[in-house]
């Protein structure tokens, strides 16, 4: 099986600036690493996409924030002054938006949205099984408000343009960013049809703030949102825990006919805006359960990875996802020593609690938790 893999160059233009910790040279950096580590030929191949349209964009936000969106970055490119004059913070969170001249950034955010239109696309109409986007997983942007480095959320459009364009029933949205997907989560929160399931840092500890176990949806879609909130330093352990207590059994009784997967290196050991102990072999683990599962359910899946504030970690762990999800025979190294505290999951016995307290509010809701 040939996978195809949705990147483009422009990406490198989703640049926040120097001294941000979201920068464009992952865009750069990945796809040779990927090619350096993986022959090319028989094995996948990059699929270049094309921007979405202002119709797309329609899909998941309004015509006022997109109008919005579009005039601040023409205006800040130009230098001039728009942003002081309108409500600026109804639309975008002032802390993460570019210093400077923000550049092509939202010209870069709507190739993302493209990219995923198109992965709709290859497994809807082609069939594919697996498909991979390189960039994106913008998952805190919401239909009016753009916040945590996020102007369109990329994977909420592959979910509704499933719903949507093709008429599927039951789409999987399984977000394994260190970060809780406020943004995804709230667009399907009363949404039967959409199963969010969200293993993220304890949100006491991290932003957003959001994403306790005991949020599970509202009105047709309650139960429908699972949120598992991971203890600080939790490791390989703890998300093997998570993954075969909670992910793997509820995604067995839904029997999504689409996996939507996002998330990068973030839950990793070294990262540097996050506190969980994920090594790199972890991250291959996730994307091998993820693997399994869409074999067992006979569905596809779309992995949306673009997350992750350690360069020197991020190719190794996005590697090593690639490499799980698609099956791909490579071994990944760690890139860097593991600290002792880290040696082993320490938390683990806190994760078990967790998954307990998450299985028992959704007990009323799927047999596999009762």
Known sequence: MTVSILYREELREYDFGLG??????????FPRVLKEQIAEDGKFHFVVADTCSEEDLRLICSQEYIDFTREYFRAANAGETFVRSMDFPKYHSLDNLPRGKPGKLEEAAR?????????????????????????GNLHHAKPNYGEGFCIYNDNAFAAKHLLDEYGLERIMVLDTDAHQGNGTCEYFYTDPRVLFVDLHQDPTTLYPGVGFANDIGQGEGKGFTINVPMPVYAGIDSYRMALEQVVEPVTREFRPQVIIRNGGSDPHFADGLTNLGLPVAGFKMIGEKIRSLTHECGCSEIDIIGSGYNIQVLPSAWLALISGVAG????????ISIPARFAEDSVADDTAKVVQRVRGYLKDYWTCFS
């Open 20 to 29: 941000h910790p979201f920068r464009g040279d992952r865009y750069e950096i």
């Open 328 to 335: 791909f025979d490579v071994e990944v190294e760690e890139p």
């Open 111 to 135: 190739m993302m949205i493209g990219q995923v239109k198109k992965a709709a696309e290859l497994v809807a109409e082609g069939g594919e099984e697996i498909v991979i986007c390189i960039g």
